[in-house]
């Protein structure tokens, strides 16, 4: 009953938004996460290249109306932004800098070290000496450059195996199994003032876990700074593994450091393959993907529960989970509609391919309207 009046009552705010003339008026009125979630924690989402460029119109309008915090999705990867050796592409995080100005969005840079998507230049390096040149010129540019003007950086990305030791990586062989808490050192030089994260997939789990706080420890008791870690949230519907999240919740900030949700998304297709490995892929076939015509009303209500219980546990942390960034803003842009097979027809977020909110949005909005009362 209470999400029927708060579906009636967003569709009613849609339609004075969409009647007002300035843009300032659609920001003010409309439900939107940023706002029911204010003094909870910062609401985000993954931005990709046309986002970022404003291309799209309807993600124009929605992104600055929903969230407070955006992460770039590809653009900040070395791949991306350190083509070659010597040779930086700035343009497009250019402009997420501006576009986050412009539209009050603070930003999560992402990622400087990470195994994957890194430029093939890099994996032809030989001499130890010359990978040590570019690990800290690549942190020194990157992060210098964006010091003052993004909030915070995923400084490392996925260093660890399931089991929680150090995956076997060509940072890990080049550089040793100190490398994350140089990268830190070298991050908190270029960028003093910019709060630094570990994220990781699985990490909510209890090997990986503990891999995670003993890296850490590593890091702090070698004096280097680290702020936060994310927990970077690809859960299956009807499978969130809502006691291991509590748990890390409470051990992690047991180490002093904030928890956030970085790349929240709910699978809903059938699929083999854990965690967020990109390397892992499956074959095609018509039976993985089912719902190419549309979502069966019982997952749409299980993917809304899930969504429901997932935001009640980070309810219950104030202070404690300081940011929940989803993996996109609607579920035409997320990358699980080819991962791990491709070309399939996904539904994990909570705006639907016409950026329209599901019913998973109106039971997390639903959870403070309840608390309000
Ligand atoms: O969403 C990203 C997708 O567009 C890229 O193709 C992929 C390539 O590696 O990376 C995806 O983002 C990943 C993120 O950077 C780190 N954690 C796992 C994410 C999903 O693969």
Redesign the pocket.
């Known amino acids: 009953m209470k999400n029927k009046f708060v579906g009636i009552m967003y569709s009613a705010t849609l339609l004075i938004v969409a009647c007002a003339s300035s843009r300032n008026a659609m920001a003010q009125k409309a439900v939107s996460l940023k706002d029911v979630f204010k003094n909870d924690f910062v609401i985000g989402t993954?931005l990709?290249a046309t986002q970022i460029e404003e291309k799209d119109p309807k993600a124009a309008l929605l992104v600055p109306q929903q969230f407070n915090t955006a992460t770039p999705?590809?653009i900040m990867?070395a791949e991306v932004i350190h083509p070659q050796w010597g040779t930086y592409q700035f343009d497009l995080a250019d402009k997420l800098i501006a576009y986050g100005k412009k539209n009050n969005i603070k930003i999560n840079a992402?990622?400087l070290i990470?195994h994957?998507?890194l430029p093939q230049f890099v994996r032809n390096i030989q001499s130890v000496d010359s990978f040590k040149t570019f690990f800290k010129n690549h942190i020194t540019t990157v992060a210098g450059r964006y010091s003052g003007k993004v909030f915070s950086w995923?400084v490392v990305?996925?260093a660890l195996n399931e089991d929680g030791t150090m995956r076997q990586s060509i940072f890990l062989d080049k550089l040793g199994d100190n490398y994350v808490t140089e990268a830190f050192r070298l991050a908190q030089a270029a960028s003093p003032n910019t709060e630094l994260y570990y994220?990781?997939?699985n990490n909510e789990q209890p090997a990986k876990r503990a891999g995670c706080i003993a890296l850490i420890k590593k890091i702090k008791q070698a004096g280097v700074r680290i702020d936060g870690v994310g927990i970077?949230g690809?859960w299956h519907a009807g499978k969130i593994p809502l006691k291991e999240i509590e748990e890390s919740i409470i051990q992690y900030t047991a180490l002093g450091i904030k928890v956030m949700i970085?790349?929240l998304d709910i699978e809903v297709l059938p699929r083999n393959v854990e965690g967020?490995?990109?390397s892992q892929r499956m074959k095609e076939d018509p039976s993985m993907n089912p719902y190419k015509n549309g979502l069966p009303d019982s997952v749409q209500q299980q993917l809304a529960s899930d969504y429901e219980a997932l935001f009640k546990l980070f309810l219950k942390y104030p202070g404690k989970v300081t940011r929940v960034t989803f993996?996109?803003v609607d579920d035409g842009q997320?990358?699980?509609n080819?991962?791990p097979v491709k070309g399939r027809v996904n539904y994990p977020l909570l705006f639907n391919r016409e950026f329209k909110p599901k019913p998973a949005f109106y039971k997390v909005i639903a959870l403070k309207k309840i608390e309000q009362e």
């Open positions: 993954a990709n999705e590809n990867k992402h990622t990470w994957s998507q995923d990305n996925e994220n990781d997939y970077q690809h970085t790349e967020a490995d990109v993996w996109g997320s990358w699980l080819n991962w």
